[in-house]
């Protein structure tokens, strides 16, 4: 069963465009990471947030999560080719001290 | 900052033989540490989660003696994959925490071929 659920699934935006990807638990979200993939390849480590509220921002990336910590939004504003990858949340569930993976979302940006 | 090595990046192995993957914690202790698997063009699957000193906790489906875990010391977990086949052949990464609630720390992932 999937833990984390992410929208969409895959994503073709016109470079300059901005887009939102979201990642949904049905649980409270401790540590709620974002991390981008060529898959196959490591990890890159993009943000995490904590608390209930919580926004952070790095160059065109914006990441928030819900004051009820079981929703994360990433935001690119003005998206260009190299931001071309899988997109991943991971967060670690209350209940189970296990840190899962949503389940990704491919994003395409057209020059 | 802190960092994971993990090794071998790339193996490439017969069918039937045992390969081993190392996941390090360099500069912490990594109190528990999660070993995953990539399908292709899937996410990240939770395979199993070590605590050191203790024995692995498997996600269902993950065939425990498949996949043995071993978490003998607190910057050193490995994942040997036994008597491999090509349905084995994937992308294996790990994680390591050090105590609750720390971030966590991915190592850069190791790309099984079994022929």
């Known amino acids: 069963s999937q833990e984390l659920e992410q929208s969409p699934q895959s994503l073709i935006v016109q470079e300059g465009k901005n887009l939102t990807i979201n990642c949904t638990s049905s649980?409270?979200?401790?540590?709620l990471y974002w991390y981008k993939q060529k898959y196959g390849e490591g990890l890159i480590f993009l943000m995490m947030l904590q608390k209930g509220g919580e926004e952070k921002s790095h160059e065109k990336i914006t990441a928030k999560l819900d004051e009820k910590k079981q929703q994360s939004s990433l935001h690119i504003t003005a998206s260009q080719p190299s931001h071309a990858g899988i997109y991943l949340c991971?967060?670690?569930?209350?209940?189970?001290?296990?840190?899962?993976f949503g389940s990704g979302t491919k994003l395409n940006v057209k020059p | 900052g802190a960092v994971v090595s993990q090794h071998p990046s790339r193996v490439i192995c017969k069918s039937g033989t045992s390969v081993k993957i190392e996941c390090r914690s360099l500069?912490?202790?990594?109190?528990?540490m999660f070993w995953y698997r990539q399908f292709p063009k899937k996410s990240l699957m939770l395979m199993a989660t070590s605590n050191e000193g203790s024995k692995a906790t498997y996600e269902q489906g993950v065939e425990k003696d498949k996949f043995l875990i071993n978490h003998a010391s607190l910057t050193l977990s490995t994942l040997t994959v036994t008597s491999a086949h090509p349905e084995d052949s994937s992308f294996y990464i790990c994680?390591?925490?050090?105590?609750?609630?720390?971030?966590?720390?991915f190592g850069n992932g190791t790309r099984l071929t079994v022929t």
């Open positions: 994680s390591a925490q050090g105590r609750q609630g720390s971030p966590l720390h």
């Open positions: 991971g967060a670690v569930m209350a209940d189970f001290n296990k840190f899962y």
């Open positions: 649980k409270t979200l401790y540590g």
């Open positions: 500069d912490f202790q990594a109190t528990t």
